[in-house]
């Protein structure tokens, strides 16, 4: 079945520095891709997405791009702020038979950034 | 324009009792989507309806878990009886129609069994 693996939290960072979130994953279809975050005591926002190969999805300097030959959609930002500190989790769309879209989530990795 | 709402954001119950969580999905959202995270794993698919119809109920974990959506509006969640491993957090998520794929989610329900 569909699986979504991205890298262990926490991940704690200093204020301006670049961040790499890795995912990658595993899809019997031709999947979308998405980022989601949850800033404490807030639910699940989507962050970016993707629907094809190549394409980058981008919002508040965060960038992801489809790469279909690593099945990988990392999520990058050149500066972190204090205000980023959140779970972020990588999901896809299996846009199966049928429909449906049910999404697949990574576990989510923690980011703290601190002055 | 209203987001998903939740309802109620935190319960708290002791094995054995029935808890039903709801969810409102955004205005004119065909689709409605349960998920749950539990013990900070991933987050899990448990069903979806278009509109009052179970599209798919392949991630519900047992028949202790009940889900409806009468008339196509509102969903509940309802747990029955609750047992300790049900604890997590519940969330909710609605689309508008199956190619607008992106889902919005609520704020999740924290559930807490004892």
């Known amino acids: 079945g569909d699986s979504v693996t991205q890298m262990e939290g926490p991940v704690t960072l200093s204020e301006e520095a670049f961040l790499t979130i890795n995912c990658t994953y595993t899809?019997?279809?031709?999947?979308?891709l998405f980022w989601y975050v949850q800033y404490p005591g807030e639910g699940l926002q989507l962050l970016l997405k993707?629907?094809?190969?190549?394409d980058k999805g981008s919002n508040k300097g965060f960038e992801a791009t489809y790469r279909k030959e690593t099945t990988s959609f990392h999520l990058e930002k050149g500066s972190v702020q204090v205000s980023d500190s959140a779970v972020y989790f990588c999901?896809?769309?299996?846009?199966?038979?049928?429909?449906?879209?049910?999404?697949?989530f990574g576990t989510g990795t923690q980011l703290k950034v601190e002055l | 324009e209203a987001g998903v709402t939740q309802f109620p954001s935190h319960s708290v119950i002791e094995k054995g009792q029935t808890v039903t969580l709801r969810c409102d999905p955004i205005?004119?959202?065909?689709?409605l989507y349960w998920y749950r995270r539990v013990m900070g794993k991933e987050i899990k698919f448990l069903l979806h309806?278009?509109?009052?119809?179970?599209?798919?109920e392949s991630g519900m974990p047992n028949n202790r878990f009940l889900a409806e959506r009468t008339g196509g509006t509102y969903s509940t969640l309802k747990v029955q009886p609750a047992e300790l491993e049900d604890s997590g957090v519940y969330f909710c998520?609605?689309?508008?129609?199956?190619?607008?794929?992106?889902?919005?989610f609520g704020p999740g329900t924290r559930l807490l069994v004892l």
């Open positions: 998520a609605s689309s508008q129609d199956s190619v607008q794929e992106t889902q919005y």
């Open positions: 899809a019997t279809g031709y999947p979308s």
């Open positions: 993707a629907t094809k190969a190549d």
């Open positions: 999901a896809l769309s299996d846009r199966g038979g049928g429909g449906g879209n049910k999404l697949t």
């Open positions: 205005s004119g959202h065909d689709n």
């Open positions: 309806f278009v509109k009052e119809s179970k599209q798919d």
